[in-house]
């Protein structure tokens, strides 16, 4: 089982703005970072810290945090941002590491 | 450009041992903390290890499914991280990544990924 949790599917319309959230008490203490993966593809980081972007990913990906819950949002969502988006943080002794277990991202 | 680049996956058989190589270019090796994450046919992504650069000592942690099973060691004279996965089982069946960490204690994150290598554990 996993100490950080997704919502397993997520759907948007083209064009319109989706949030994909992460919960987990160790979100209390360290930032969330996340990670876009396509099929048959590695995964890349889109976000970490506080709410930065790797150079490259558009700046309609966005980050933020709330208590015990971190959120990545996309406005104006494109067809090509369809994947599986997974969060990781620090766990809550704060010695070791944790994913999500992902959210499947549809855009209809 | 940074690259990282895994080796050394392929079938294996239950209780045997394996050991991958992630071979890394274009960034100074021994400043940074190197990870390795798994993922199962169809799943999502399990952190397995990491290895913190010399000046943090050195030092490992693991994911207590493969604790006491797998180590994770590096050179920084080849720029090479590697897995050395013992006693496999069926359930080590997945694509094993390499990644580069950074940021801080509070901020940590994985920014560069190799390509992944299958490593399958079956009779």
């Known amino acids: 089982s996993s100490e950080l949790t997704q919502d397993p599917a997520v759907s948007v319309a083209l064009g319109q703005t989706v949030r994909i959230t992460c919960q987990g008490d160790s979100l209390r203490s360290y930032y969330a970072s996340w990670y876009q993966q396509k099929p048959g593809q590695a995964p890349v980081l889109v976000i970490y810290g506080k709410n930065n972007r790797p150079s490259g990913i558009p700046d309609r990906f966005s980050g933020s945090s709330s208590g015990n819950t971190a959120s990545l949002t996309i406005t104006g969502a494109q067809a090509e941002d369809e994947a599986d988006y997974y969060c990781n943080s620090r766990d809550s002794s704060g010695n070791l590491v944790v994913f999500g277990g992902g959210t499947k991202l549809t855009v209809l | 450009e940074v690259q990282l680049v895994e080796s050394g996956g392929g079938l294996v058989q239950p209780g045997r041992s394996l050991r991958l190589s992630c071979t890394a270019s274009?960034?100074?090796?021994?400043?940074?903390?190197m990870s390795w994450v798994r993922q199962a046919p169809g799943k999502g992504l399990e952190w397995v290890g990491f290895?913190?650069?010399?000046?943090?000592?050195?030092?490992?942690e693991y994911a207590a499914s493969v604790k006491g099973r797998f180590t994770i060691s590096r050179d920084d004279s080849k720029s090479i991280a590697y897995l050395q996965m013992n006693s496999l089982k069926t359930e080590d069946t997945a694509v094993y990544y390499c990644?580069?960490?950074?940021?801080?204690?509070?901020?940590?994150?994985?920014?560069?990924w190799g390509q992944g290598t299958l490593v399958t554990v079956s009779s």
């Open positions: 274009g960034f100074t090796f021994g400043d940074y903390a």
């Open positions: 990644t580069r960490v950074s940021g801080s204690y509070k901020q940590y994150y994985f920014d560069y």
């Open positions: 290895i913190r650069s010399k000046a943090y000592g050195g030092t490992t």
